[in-house]
């Protein structure tokens, strides 16, 4: 503690500093979020339960949460394959991939939306084969997921590839000299050690892709009961002036959206490195 | 096999490379591993990421570059490219002030709760960005708290500008202060202690001492929340209204002519943002080694 009193008393500014923060995030974020809260306590136990759970709001949980967890699976896959080749392999051009990894980061929802559905639709590139092959992408649950793997991947690619550069060859080497071969060294030294890592990442991306928005309203069709995931309903409840109801979703949005948080802070907490990318 | 063909190899990166000649060594997988490995990450990233990006140019320029730039000579794209300027030009540096305000007061003072603060500044990126409009509909809406109220003084913010920069700050709210926050707290405060000894006020302390060593931090911050600012869709399109000419931002824009059937146009418009998305690659890219780099000599001075 005394070092904290010597520090206060040389630098200038706490309280100013301190006091902006503080209010500057109480007016922005903390009072708007209580509204919100606030707003769905006034429906009432019962009216809220029934704002949360008809069949119409159950089914956008049921396509929102399926979707965004095999979305989050694939990119758990082909994120660690492309985190793993970026890390280890030398090919022409990686720098420039390795660096377009962020495009979903800084690509506008709204435009990975309209690109994605230009291409999968019945007319696009890819959707003019795929359809014949009984595929429909675009305005189906495998559009929504392919929109919710493109706007994840970054997230498990740029938690993996420190987690993979630090990665003692030692302990691979030993493994080796010790008679493993390639595979079990990989499934019994490498895997355990970027284990937190790469759970992490599949959180992250869990988290983002259960509250998109713009990439997945285009590709989505947005059928009721269908392919309407939960954000597009809390919009339509409230263009239906239902704006209590739309507030009790968002509380149960917000509610899984946290949780995650808090598991991802603890997993950090294991793997010891906070992740600097940004959502 | 002889000597030479052993460890020597092990530690260099060359060896990694994916159809090398050299033996390989116990750390590595074979040649057909690694061709599946790179083969399975091209194709993957061609299917997801640039065939979608190169789609958006070739369909904004499917009728030619006379449909391309007339999609540009009209009002309502340069009202929403106004607007888009002006919610970005008001929230980056709000939210750029209060970046470096947080993280002087955590960086360089202790108190209690300040993993709680650290917290709670990041909240709004676990927020979705519906809810983060919303929550400004059920505060100024007209059904809002606040909402009988601003509307017998004429005040509105839903469905007007206020509302839109209010969203947008919000969505972008941490960016500037969760770059600083670790590079400060990394660095300590025994340089400006100095400084402040030696005599200099606080305002000469911080843009001579401490804004020199977090400057491409803030830099970072300040570009990743450009790209955000002017890119944001849900939270914005919430508190819009979508009243074209007057609350449409950019990606609004792109929406409504999405919406319109008129493709050549919303990709045309669209193009122009994956231009600006592609710039901001570059610069993050830039700005990152150079960030690596300062939190290196940190650690080195410690």
């Given at each position: 503690m005394s070092k904290n009193f010597a520090k206060r008393q040389v630098l200038p500014g706490f309280g100013i500093t301190m006091g902006y923060t503080v209010t500057y995030l109480s007016l922005i974020v903390l009072v708007p979020l209580a509204a919100l809260f606030l707003k769905s306590a006034g429906l009432g136990v019962a009216d809220f339960w029934k704002a949360v759970s008809s069949p119409r709001v159950v089914a956008s949980y049921k396509l929102t949460f399926g979707a965004s967890l095999v979305a989050a699976t694939i990119n758990a896959i082909f994120g660690f394959v492309v985190a793993w080749t970026l890390v280890r392999y030398k090919f022409p051009g990686k720098r420039i991939i390795d660096a377009m990894i962020d495009l979903p980061f800084a690509l506008p929802t709204a435009v990975s939306g309209i690109a994605l559905t230009a291409v999968y639709s019945s007319h696009g590139w890819f959707g003019q084969y795929l359809e014949p092959l009984g595929i429909k992408v675009a305005y189906t649950p495998i559009g929504i997921t392919l929109a919710l793997v493109f706007i994840g991947l970054p997230f498990v690619v740029r938690t993996l590839q420190p987690a993979l550069a630090d990665l003692e060859r030692e302990s691979e080497e030993a493994a080796a000299s010790l008679g493993a071969n390639r595979f079990q060294t990989f499934t019994r030294v490498i895997l355990p050690t970027i284990l937190p890592a790469l759970l992490t990442g599949f959180a992250l991306s869990l988290a983002r892709a259960i509250g998109e928005y713009g990439s997945v309203v285009f590709i989505s069709?947005?059928?009721?009961?269908?392919?309407?995931i939960t954000s597009l309903l809390i919009i339509s409840k409230l263009e239906q002036y239902d704006t209590a109801g739309a507030a009790a979703i968002s509380v149960v949005m917000l509610i899984a959206s946290f949780g995650l948080l808090l598991s991802i802070n603890l997993l950090q907490h294991l793997a010891g490195r906070r992740y600097q990318g940004a959502l | 096999m002889n000597a030479s063909t052993l460890p020597t190899t092990l530690e260099s990166p060359e060896s990694w490379q994916v159809a090398g000649p050299q033996l390989r060594t116990a750390t590595e997988e074979s040649t057909w591993v690694r061709w599946l490995l790179v083969g399975s990450t091209l194709t993957f990233l061609t299917l997801v990421l640039f065939v979608p990006l190169a789609a958006i140019f070739a369909e904004a320029l499917r009728k030619g570059w006379a449909a391309y730039f007339a999609s540009f000579n009209n009002p309502n794209f340069w009202s929403a490219v106004k607007l888009s300027f002006l919610a970005t030009g008001i929230s980056v540096p709000a939210n750029l002030i209060f970046g470096v305000a947080a993280s002087w007061a955590i960086a360089k003072f202790d108190f209690r709760g300040k993993s709680l603060l650290i917290t709670l500044i990041d909240l709004p990126f676990a927020v979705s960005p519906v809810v983060s409009g919303l929550i400004y509909v059920l505060l100024f809406?007209?059904?809002?708290?606040l909402g009988p109220w601003l509307s017998s003084h004429n005040i509105q913010i839903i469905f007007a500008v206020p509302g839109i920069v209010l969203a947008t700050i919000f969505v972008t709210f941490p960016f500037v202060a969760r770059e600083l926050i670790p590079l400060m707290q990394e660095q300590g405060s025994e340089e400006e202690q100095a400084a402040v000894s030696l005599g200099a006020n606080g305002w000469q302390t911080f843009f001579r001492v401490t804004l020199p060593n977090v400057k491409w931090a803030l830099l970072y911050g300040v570009i990743l929340s450009t790209a955000r600012a002017m890119g944001e869709f849900g939270a914005v399109s919430v508190v819009s209204?979508?009243?074209?000419?007057?609350?449409?931002t950019l990606p609004l824009h792109i929406e409504v002519l999405y919406n319109e059937y008129n493709f050549v146009a919303a990709f045309a418009v669209a193009s122009l943002l994956t231009l600006l998305a592609l710039v901001t690659l570059v610069l993050k890219t830039t700005l990152e080694w150079r960030i690596q780099r300062d939190l290196e000599e940190a650690a080195k001075s410690e």
């Open positions: 069709g947005n059928m009721p009961m269908r392919t309407e | 809406g007209m059904t809002g708290w209204g979508h009243i074209r000419g007057k609350t449409n």
